[in-house]
């Protein structure tokens, strides 16, 4: 006889009669995986050399290169992008409307926080660091030493808005 004085008799019977309602009556597929897709939703699976690599957005600093992996990030929904910035890049204050979440994949990308870049504020992060800005945080980023690949993941529709519209890159690309 099974010793029930910890839960009781009749929780040790429910937790039997539990076990046996939750065990799958045949195998076969899981109930996820025949749940329906999300329209648009697919698998992805790449490699470095099948990155189909382009000019950095308009509103980010000339040299900039990016990879989109997943998602559009100008339409809503989930999106990942990889970064490339050249050494000495700087991206000025600035916000984003949905969260930003970044990785640094080589090289050493510099970030802080404030209306204003300030290099001795900013953290250096290296290989494998990380950063998430919430929507609307004041952050600003840049570059020293080689160049630079992240990877930056989040909800669309992206984009930067700069806290001083002079600082701006697609004003200068208007002015020309």
């Avoid at 025949?34 to 000339?62: F, I, N, R, Y």
């Avoid at 929904?77 to 700087?90: C, H, S, V």
């Amino acid at each position: 006889m099974s010793d029930t004085r910890l839960f009781g008799p009749a929780l040790a019977g429910a937790v039997v009669v539990g076990a046996l309602i939750v065990q799958p009556a045949s195998p076969g597929p899981s109930a996820a995986a025949k749940a329906p897709q999300a329209k648009g939703s697919h698998h992805v699976m790449l490699t470095a050399d099948e990155l189909k690599w382009a000019d950095g957005p308009p509103g980010l600093p000339t040299g900039t290169r990016f990879a989109v992996l997943e998602g559009d990030p100008s339409k809503p929904g989930p999106f990942t992008i990889r970064g490339e910035l050249q050494p000495n890049t700087k991206i000025l204050p600035h916000t984003h409307p949905g969260i930003e979440h970044v990785t640094v994949l080589s090289g050493e990308l510099y970030m802080g926080s404030g209306d204003k870049l300030d290099e001795e504020k900013a953290k250096k992060l290296g290989p494998g660091g990380f950063a998430v800005m919430p929507i609307q945080y004041v952050h600003y980023a840049f570059t020293k030493g080689p160049k630079t690949v992240i990877q930056l993941h989040g909800m669309g529709p992206w984009g930067i808005n700069y806290l001083n519209p002079a600082d701006d890159p697609r004003r200068a690309e208007a002015k020309k």
